[in-house]
């Protein structure tokens, strides 16, 4: 089977990336490629806004990183109940603050937890690039956010795991490798339905515009894994190195 290769390079910005996988002497990486429902896309990032407020979204990390910015466009404080708030992931709920130690939650999903600087929408840590733009996230139950600015996430692994089992019956095609268009790389591929998706995944928050929150709204937004994509490593870094440094 064949696609045309620059509209698989195109799609690749929405696509979010798993840890490698070792075959012997190759190596692979595998690519999802996601849903967001009843989000628009801006500048290859998902958008979720009303007339007072803005998320935007970007998974572009190794293993799924759930990084979102809340930008706050009213001319008043916004506040964010991180306890009121969570990610759930095929319906496990997982929380954003604890007053508890680090400890039941982090035992039983430990997996699932990202422990370093906060990454901004747009800014991936990257190994190739040896560049990185980030700053550290303090743990707090509620959030403050001035008028016209904004807040940063990222917490929440989407692919807690190494990699996932495409099993038999997957379909490929022969593609130009994007290091050497002479040679040819053969690119497995498996689509879903939000039905059949091995990964939904929700972002749900809690916030007012006063601080004792007597007046709450919610935010729900879910997304699904539409397409997995397995691929040699050298196909894939050559674009992965591209697009960093278009971000940079």
Not at 184 to 211: A, G, Q, W
Not at 225 to 239: L, S
């Amino acid at each position: 089977m064949t696609r045309d290769s620059k509209s698989f390079k195109s799609r690749l910005f929405f696509f979010l990336m798993s840890s490698m996988l070792l075959f012997g002497c190759k190596s692979y990486v595998q690519v999802f490629d996601t849903t967001g429902i009843g989000l628009s896309i801006e500048d290859k990032f998902y958008v979720w806004e009303t007339d007072s407020i803005k998320i935007t979204y970007s998974f572009w990390e190794k293993k799924g990183l759930m990084t979102f910015a809340i930008f706050n466009k009213s001319s008043i404080p916004l506040y964010i109940d991180w306890k009121k708030s969570s990610y759930i992931d095929n319906s496990v709920k997982l929380n954003y603050w604890s007053d508890e130690i680090k400890s039941k939650s982090s035992s039983a999903f430990g997996s699932y937890y990202y422990r370093g600087p906060l990454v901004r929408p747009g800014f991936a840590l990257s190994e190739t690039s040896g560049i990185t733009s980030a700053i550290i996230s303090k743990e707090e139950r509620i959030s403050f956010i001035p008028p016209k600015a904004q807040d940063f996430r990222a917490q929440f692994y989407i692919l807690p795991v190494k990699h996932y089992a495409l099993g038999v019956g997957v379909d490929y095609m022969d593609v130009a490798r994007n290091d050497d268009t002479l040679l040819v790389t053969r690119v497995y591929k498996k689509d879903f339905t939000k039905e059949k998706s091995p990964i939904l995944f929700r972002n749900f928050l809690t916030y007012s515009y006063t601080e004792d929150f007597k007046v709450e709204y919610y935010i729900d937004n879910e997304f699904f894994v539409n397409r997995i994509v397995e691929m040699d490593k050298n196909h894939f870094q050559y674009v992965l190195q591209k697009t960093q440094r278009k971000n940079f």
